[in-house]
Structure formats: structure tokens, C-alpha cells
């Protein structure tokens, strides 16, 4: 049953990878063994991160690249991370229209995700659905999501190249320049050049390049390119930029140190969160959790005294085990 | 050592009150050594969430709603979660000028937190900051965060009442209604009410909530206030809003059901976060990590085999020993 959706998927049937990333969504055991199947087969496809403010027009630049990257044939997949996003349904109607517009073409996969109810999280979420599109023959993977947040940075780990979308006249620009956004961007987008103001944040996001040594350092200076998405002006400019740096990860060996690094990442994420799952529900099964409430509420014992304790029975027990495993091997 | 700190934060000293913050930053042991000291002492402030979408004005409606509990003669604790606001220093000078007024009322703390590089995540972050505000004796805490990502509506979780910030015009007011901000909404603010649009936003509002059955099921229905945060306009009715928020909870004894809840989950993700840390010392210390990446990579393995085979060894050594234990009691 599983080895079809697996072997529907790897001949890119679309419909197979929504029922597959349904089931991720719903954690349904049935992911797990299509997902086991599909992994040899995964890593090919080249992903790149758009993150930036509400209002930064990410969804339509999103829109706009993949119509570049399809006149280069190759085939795109669109991961919409976003509540705010077009791709979720939540925008102008125009907007709307050039979504369905794309959705129209066979060799583009667009999957929306809602940024909540998922259990472990979206970087965990989105890194298997990445997987999936990656199987079904995507050649490029653009994830959109917005800029603000923990669980949002760590969705952009799972991206090969990573734009920051800027906006001239938006307040909260130079903000999101100074929470850090500076060091995860490899390709900086001024949207909306045609508007006021476009000049000067691009000179400002410039001299922040150039100031910070450790940017410098990097070996690869993010270039800063324009945009009027909306009439699709600096989207080639764009691609080149990406696929430019793609490039440089290439030739530098950093992209497989990069991707080396995800695999870790990722089979820390999951082993954490299938831990957790195990830890909770037997926590929750015999009791233990309930009694230890009353206890907090109570204020008869403290959390950390709790964590400690809980952790230590789990830690001493394996340890336990392994040091018996070691007396019985000698 | 860590005991002194404790009794002078008891005492009311802000100074002992940012070291541990910072320790708790820092994931520093003394941390936690103090936090249990205190934990006895706290549950007593209440904890007001005040979200909304970049741009909504929070920080003026923090700062000016500090300001009308203060005249109530309550001290304020504000916990600003948002690399955006101006607490964290990025902001127009005139917010700045009002903010550092704020600052100088001795029974006011103000603390920001950036949204990155806490492990185990901002809620967890901003749960134990609630509890050092709390045992410093702040009487109401607000905890000013971005509607936007799971982590950041995570925070909110940590409030008795959530206030939700709308503005007319901005064009995500509507999205962030539909990406489930309803739900969580005990009291909805649109601020900027003298601008255009004000009067459609509030009827929109009205609406939502009035056709929405769960929200009508819940037993409060969620009052939409107008406020103009610069000019302190309806920051009085703002606060009875609140006010009528917190009995409404004490009378029908969902606030001991909710804060119960809290505890619950609290708990539960501190068991998770410290599991995690200690497994993945594991992993890394054995090379047994190390050693399965170069597996991942290479395809040998896939990521989701590995997670079960380790889960399964924690836990079968530790049922193992679960039931040596038993054994040894009988």
C-alpha cells in the first residue's frame, strides 16, 4: 500500500505526494513508510529560502521566479509557509488569479501550510515535505515564509540559498536587518524598487554588507538585487544571483558541508520529537504527569526539581542498561 | 550564592532580577538553582498577552496601558517579545523618549527578549521571565509579542487574558482573523480607531465572533475596544476590559483550570528540552550521531529507521530496567 504511494510519487504523480503530505500533517504511521521508500531518492533538488515581512510581496516574487525558473525548464515546487500567503487563499483577488495561473501548469507542485498544529513543528514539517517534492522530480523548491520568528528561521535552515526580501518604506525594514536576518541572507531582494526610498535602503543594506567583518569573511558577499515584482522586472536578475551562489556552495565544498549539516539537524529534530512523543505518553499513561501537576500547583514541588527527576529516571535506566550490557559481553 | 539572589529578588530588586534573566539567557545551572527558590512564591501577578501584526501600534498600547495600571496603583511588568519593538531598541525616537519615561517609575520592569538563540524556544524563555517578574512582586505582567508563528502564539499561552491588536488598513488585519487568532482573542483592540476603515474593521469583528458558534459555546464573549494608543484614547476601557476578563475567569474557576493547564504544559516542555539536551550530549559524545549522518548522507540508511532504532533502545533499556526494578522489590 505504501510502496504504491512511494512508487506513484517517484513517477510524479501529484496527487500522491498531497495524500503523503496529508499524512505527514496528520502524522499518520502510513507517512513514516512511504517516506522511508522515497529517501534514497531525495537530495537532487536544489531549495531555495523567501522570507521577509508581511507586505514584502513575497508571494508574488515567489509567483514570478518560478515563471523564470519554468522558462529554463526545469520543474518547480512551491512550499507556502504563511497564514498572510495568496497560496493559502488569504489575498487580492488579482493576486489569487496569477496563483491559479501557475497552479495550471503541470510542472509545478504548490503545497500551503498553516503554521500551526503541527506537532514538532514546521522546520520539521517543512523539511519533509521539501523531501516529497524532491521525489516527485522538482528540480527547484522555493519555500516562502515570513521572517519573524524562531520556528521561521529554523524553516529556512532547510533552504540551499536564502533571499531576504526588503521593502523600501516599510518601517520594520532596518529591524528585521538587525534581528539577525543579516547573517542567513545569501541573496538580498529590494521589492518594490519603483517606490521612494528604494535607493536608500539599498545603499543602506550595502554598507551593512561591507561594514560587517563577519559577512566579509563568509567568502561570498551577498549581492543586493531589485525588483518590481508585480510586473515581473529583476526576476531573471534574480535567478542569477541564486543560481550564483549555487554555484560558489558548489565550488567551495559547501554545499555538501552545508547538507551534511541539515542531515544532522534533521535526524536531531526527529529523534527529539519521537522521544518526546514516547516520554509524554508514558508520562501521561501511568499517571505520573497528573500527580506531578497537583504537586506544582500545589507548590509542593518545582519544576526543575521535576525535569531533573524525570530525566535522570530515563538517563540512569539507559545507562543502567548499557553498563548490564557491558557486564554480560565480558 | 544563588540563594542571595533569590531573597533580594523577594525583596524587589531589579538589579537581581536582570541577572537571572541573563542566566536564564545563558542556560547558566545557577539559573535554575534560583528559579526553584522563587517558584514557591509565584502564581500571584496576573498575565495580560498583547499581540498583533507588525506595524499595530503594541508598543505605544503596552506603554500607555502600563500607564492606567499604574494609576490603579499596580506595579507592571512588561516582557516585550519582539525584535521589532521599540523596548528592544529599534524604534522611532519619539516611542524611545516615551518608553524610557516608563523606564524610570521604579515599580515598572521592563524587559525585552530577542526572538532567537533561546533554547528550547521563546515560550519556554518567556515562561520563566513571567515567574522571576511575578516573584519580584509586578502585580500585572504584559507580554508584548507579533501574531505571527507558532512560537510566538506559544508565548501567548503563558497569558490569563489575550489581547488581540488590530489596525484599519493594514492589510493583514483580516489574515491574522482567519490564520486562528480569533481563538485566542479574550479581548479584541483595534488601535488607530481615528483612522478610515476603523468602523468597517469593527463591525467585521463583530461579526466574526458573533457568527463564529465555538467562540459564542466559550461563555465570554471577546469585547472589541477602539483605542488611539498615541493619544492614550480608550486605554481606560481597555484595562476594564481586562478587568472583566479575569472575573469572568475566577468566577466560573476556568482561571485555576487554565493555569493549571499552564503547569501541565510548562512542565511537560521542560522535561522535553532538557531530554533533548541530554540525549543529544549522548549522541554526540558516543559518535553515534557522527557515524549515522555519514549513513544519511550516503544513503545507506534513512533518517526515519534511525529515529526508531535509537527511541527504541532508550526505551527498551529503560522498561528494562523499570522492571528490574520491580523485580527487585518483590
Known sequence: MAVDY??????????????????????????????????PHTGRAYVVGITGSPGAGKSTLTNGLARVIRKNGLKVGIIAVDPSSPFTGGALLGDRVRMSELAVDPDIYIRSMATRGFLGGMAKAAAEVVKVLDALGQDVILIETVGVGQDEVDIIGVADTTCVVLVPGLGDAIQSLKAGIMEIADVFVINKADRQGADMLCAEVC???????????????????RTVAVE?????????SIEAHRKYLLDSGKFSENRRERVSREALRMIHGELFRVVREQLEQNGRLDAA??????????????????????????????????????
Open 207 to 225: 554598507v551593512r554588507i561591507e561594514m560587517d567583518a563577519h559577512l566579509r569573511e563568509r567568502g561570498w558577499l551577498a549581492p543586493v538585487d
Open 232 to 240: 515581473g522586472t529583476g526576476l531573471d536578475q534574480m535567478w542569477q
Open 6 to 39: 512511494a512508487t506513484l510519487i517517484l513517477e510524479g504523480s501529484h496527487r500522491a505526494a498531497a495524500r503523503l503530505i496529508s499524512w505527514l500533517e496528520d502524522e499518520d504511521p502510513r507517512a513514516y513508510e512511504c517516506m522511508r521508500e522515497l529517501y
Open 293 to 330: 501537576v497537583e504537586e506544582l500547583v500545589n507548590k509542593r514541588l518545582d519544576p526543575y526539581t521535576l525535569m531533573r527527576d524525570i530525566v535522570t529516571e530515563w538517563l540512569s535506566s539507559s545507562q543502567g542498561k548499557r553498563r548490564q550490557d557491558e557486564d554480560t559481553k565480558s
